[in-house]
């Protein structure tokens, strides 16, 4: 999620610039992690730029693991901080099972 609102194109009369304004314009890109289950959203967490491994590896250790029971399953995607083992090893302990991304011939 970014927090880029300025138009990209604009018109000025002939031989003048258009000058714009971003309202709240930071240019910051933020993360937003949250876990989807059957029965509602949970685990959600809000990271300042973008996801790193040692940030997701303490989302998955101090958010995401507290919420999870034994046989729930937690589906990884190709993302490169998803291929920790440290991450599923903590899915493991708990009695999870960490389902890594299928490869796509």
């Not at 304004?21 to 300042?48: N, Q, S, Y």
């Not at 973008?50 to 993302?79: C, H, K, M, S």
Request: aromatic share 4%; net charge neutral.
């Amino acid at each position: 999620m970014t927090t880029d609102l300025l138009r990209r194109y604009g018109r000025s009369p002939r031989g003048t610039r258009l000058h714009d304004h971003t309202p709240c314009g930071h240019w910051e890109t933020h993360t937003v992690i949250a876990v989807l289950r059957l029965d509602g959203m949970g685990a959600p967490a809000v990271f300042d730029g973008p996801i790193d491994n040692p940030t997701f590896l303490a989302y998955v250790e101090q958010v995401l693991v507290p919420t999870l029971r034994p046989g729930d399953v937690v589906v990884l995607d190709n993302l490169a901080v998803h291929k920790q083992p440290e991450v599923r090893t903590a899915i493991e302990q708990v009695g999870a099972r960490a389902i890594p991304p299928t490869r796509q011939p």
